[in-house]
């Protein structure tokens, strides 16, 4: 190639080289004023966004106490009823072991008190029955010897007796 032409070339590039960096220039100028921009926005949102900041920060702090609080709470109130369940149960296996000592004593009086009522029934029977069955046999007794003296006194034949010495047997 000749000069002439790299020089025009190079001239080209040059050119081209100066007017990338014109629009470089002018996408910065343009960045600058989005950024100039965005920058009061940020001035103007700033304060309010700290505030908020700020009242999200009491608000975790209030929470902390009160979860702390409530926490403190919740161990307390644990703690009372644990003791409460263990007074509750000695109280229960107090009345559960008297109450098994009371049943064993009633247990005792009324083996006691059906052994008195049998022995009680016993003697009523021995002493009641018992000449119940005297005077009905003295009865049947005087019956035999009132019936026998209604008859008469004649004999029995001996198929009359031996009927009834099959009765009496």
């Known amino acids: 190639m000749n000069q002439d032409t790299v020089i025009i070339l ?17 996408a910065l100028f343009a960045l600058k ?9 940020l001035d103007a949102i ?3 966004a700290e505030s908020v900041l ?6 975790v702090e209030l929470g902390r106490k009160q979860l702390q609080d409530v926490s403190a709470r ?11 369940l263990a007074r509750v149960d000695g109280l229960v296996a107090d009345f559960s072991s008297r109450a098994r000592t009371q049943m064993d004593r009633a247990e005792l009086v009324l083996d006691d008190t059906f052994g008195r009522v049998q022995s009680t029934v016993s ?3 021995g002493g009641v029955m018992r000449p119940i069955r005297e ?5 049947a007794g005087i019956r035999a010897a009132v019936s026998q003296l209604a008859k008469g006194a004649t004999r029995s034949s001996p198929a ?9 047997i």
Do not use: C, N, Y
């Open 10 to 26: 190079l001239t080209i590039f040059v050119g081209l080289v100066a007017l990338s960096q014109v629009g470089q220039m002018i």
């Open 33 to 41: 004023k989005q950024a100039g921009e965005l920058q009061k926005k």
């Open 46 to 48: 700033a304060p309010r």
């Open 54 to 59: 700020a009242t999200a920060q009491q608000t």
């Open 74 to 84: 919740a161990a307390d109130i644990l703690d009372s009823t644990r003791a409460q």
């Open 123 to 125: 003697t009523v029977h």
């Open 135 to 139: 005077i009905s046999g003295v009865g």
């Open 160 to 168: 009359q007796a031996t009927q009834d010495e099959e009765m009496f």
